[in-house]
């Protein structure tokens, strides 16, 4: 065996000091990405350790700045305020409406009108808070003259609801009134036809019902929407009194 001269083991020493140095260097840099650790790929990765994920919370509110100021539709010019969403982030129940009224459009947030005021009872009867479901809508601009939302917006908005959606993931979406029935289930079929059963969106179960603003204009459908809201109720082990 030939033995490692002297001037051979500084040369050595040299070199591995050299790609230590480069590896603080790569792991420091990493650090400012953000990389909290490295995984052993021998260590068996625990489930706990395979879901880790950003907090919802850093997720909303990187959406959230993704849309900023947003000008993707021609309802900006009009428009006093984006109404983004509202909740419980951890909330097992989100329900989507249309598009912010007038009463919205001004305070920024989703159903605070006459209908958001018949929607709070209606999450009420079921047990919640309203502070303890999520909601948004498809449209987050107002349409002037609360006219209906038009398919260029849909299709420019839409987006937005489906990464809220993917960050949320509830167990049971209420989708109000035409619109957001027909946008989340990429159908035409009537809210008549739709509302009673539920459907499906990327597993989610979906349950369409009446929108709060035409119970107001139909309140004898009340009692449609309590059997719509008594089968959400089952799906989530609430209490039907
Ligand atoms: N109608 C909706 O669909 N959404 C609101 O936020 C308010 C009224």
């Known amino acids: 065996m030939t033995e490692i001269g002297f001037i051979d083991k500084v040369n050595w020493m040299n070199k591995i000091y050299s790609i230590l140095h480069d590896l603080e260097n790569y792991l420091n840099f990493q650090k400012t990405l953000g990389v909290r650790g ?5 260590e068996k990765i625990s489930d706990q350790q395979k879901q880790a994920e950003a907090p919802k919370e850093t997720l909303m509110e990187l959406l959230r700045k993704e849309m900023g100021n947003c000008t993707r539709c021609k309802l900006h010019p009009t428009r006093k305020n984006l109404v983004f969403g509202t909740g419980d982030l951890y909330s097992e129940l989100v329900f989507v409406g249309e ?7 001004i305070q920024g947030e989703p159903f605070v009108g006459k209908a958001g005021m018949l929607l709070t009872k209606i999450i ?3 047990g919640y808070d ?4 999520y909601i948004a809508n498809i449209i987050k601009c107002r349409p002037p003259n609360n006219r209906n939302p038009e398919t260029d917006e849909i299709q420019q908005c839409e987006p937005f609801l489906i990464k809220q959606l993917s960050i949320l993931k509830p ?3 209420c989708a109000l009134g035409t619109f957001a029935a027909q946008t989340l289930l990429k159908t035409q079929e ?6 009673g059963k539920f459907h499906s969106y990327q597993g989610i179960k979906v349950m369409p019902t ?9 309140p004898s459908e009340k009692r449609s929407v309590w059997e719509d809201v008594k089968l959400v109720m089952k799906e989530l082990g609430k209490k039907i009194n």
């Open 124 to 126: 009420q009867s079921m």
């Open 190 to 195: 009537r809210i008549s036809l739709l509302r």
């Open 38 to 42: 490295v995984i052993n790929p021998r």
């Open 210 to 218: 009446y929108h709060p603003a035409y119970l107001l204009r139909n």
């Open 99 to 105: 598009a912010p009224g007038a009463d919205e459009d």
């Open 171 to 173: 167990k049971v979406i």
């Open 130 to 133: 309203r502070k303890e479901v």
